[in-house]
């Protein structure tokens, strides 16, 4: 019943603005008044709903005379839009006054889906997304030897092959190769033992990691 005098309250507005606020301003009037009346007892609870529909009915009213050839002016647009923006901020105070666990539970769950998701995509930009920290590293392969006779398609080359496909490389700009290896690194104090790799000249200071093979 509520709904329907309010609705009758909103036929004063101009027709553009009831199709775009209506129902905006419906709801937020229903809550005002469901929060009025849970704070308000005997007579003053009955009359809740008056001031909601003498702002409505003013409000409309000053409309109607700022209307100029049957549109509304942009300034009065925009202050209609600060309207229900500011009913909106006031029915959010409202429920947060009235039910501060609800909207501190609401809080913690945008926090904490916001911090996952802001996670998972820096793991995922990390791995997947972000470029190698090379000139166009779209350009960059790796060659493997094959033997087709053991089935063996994924082969280091040794040594003497490396030098020879260097030699007759005719397709690519570089051709280096890389061989893990560990390392004593001495001279600070407790001597450590370090994994890296030994790099040709030619591989373009490139730091490749995964098993021996030439590139």
């Avoid at 409202?94 to 996670?119: E, H, K, N, S, Y």
């Amino acid at each position: 019943m509520l709904r329907a005098w309010y609705r009758l309250v909103l036929h004063a507005f101009p027709r553009t603005f009831r199709q775009n606020f209506a129902r905006e301003m419906e709801e937020v009037f229903v809550h005002c008044v469901e929060v009025e009346r849970a704070r308000r007892r005997g007579l003053a609870r009955t009359l809740a709903p008056v001031r909601g529909f003498l702002d409505a009915l003013v409000y409309a009213v000053a409309m109607r005379r700022e209307k100029s050839g049957g549109q509304v002016s942009q300034s009065r647009f925009r202050e209609r839009r600060r309207f229900v923006v500011k009913q909106d901020y006031r029915s959010t105070l409202r429920l947060a006054r009235t039910q501060p666990r609800f909207v501190v539970a609401v809080v913690l769950m945008l926090g904490l889906g916001i911090g996952a998701t802001t996670a998972i995509f820096s793991v995922v930009y990390g791995v997947l997304l972000k470029p190698l920290p090379f000139p166009e590293p779209d350009r960059i392969v790796q060659v493997w030897g094959a033997l087709p006779a053991r089935n063996l398609n994924n082969v280091s080359f040794t040594e003497a092959n490396f030098w020879d496909m260097r030699d007759m490389n005719r397709t690519f700009d570089e051709f280096g190769a890389w061989h893990n290896a560990s390392f004593s690194l001495t001279g600070g104090g407790t001597p450590e033992r370090l994994d890296g790799a030994l790099v040709s000249v030619g591989s373009c200071g490139l730091k490749v990691l995964g098993p021996s093979s030439w590139i």
